[in-house]
């Protein structure tokens, strides 16, 4: 056995920070890269009816898997859109440009992985707060998310 092995992690239900956001819906903060060695990094997301979740952007360094729990989600994958019903699964590699909200008229609730972890509550933390997405654009490299137009994707989730 490996003396240096990392300690498991383990984050009760009732412990998890939950972070509302303004125009409904919360992120429940479940793994931080610096709980898992940089392994991965786990948020459980609750989107409102018809919610977004986020705009096009991309990872350049990890892994980003969504699980929907329940409800109904859209997806943009590079060029390609797609819905996803509870119990599918949706795995974004680095590089891919992507985009995701819950379905018009739906709710949805989705447990996101990212792999390798990167920290970022602070991410989902001001979200929260209301910080509007451009505020953050000094922050892609810190939080692993860049930001990117698809003109097509805002189209089709204002047109509702």
Known sequence: MNATRSPAFVMPADAAEVVELPEGGAFTLLADASHTSGALGANRLRLGRGR?????????????????LTGDMEFLLGDERVTVSAGGLVVVPPGLPHAFGATPGAEADVLVVLTPGVERFGYFRRLGRGQPFDDLLPEQDRYDVHFVEDAAWQSMRNAR
């Open 52 to 68: 977004d979740g986020a705009r096009p952007h991309f990872h350049a360094l990890s892994t980003e898997l969504f699980h929907v």
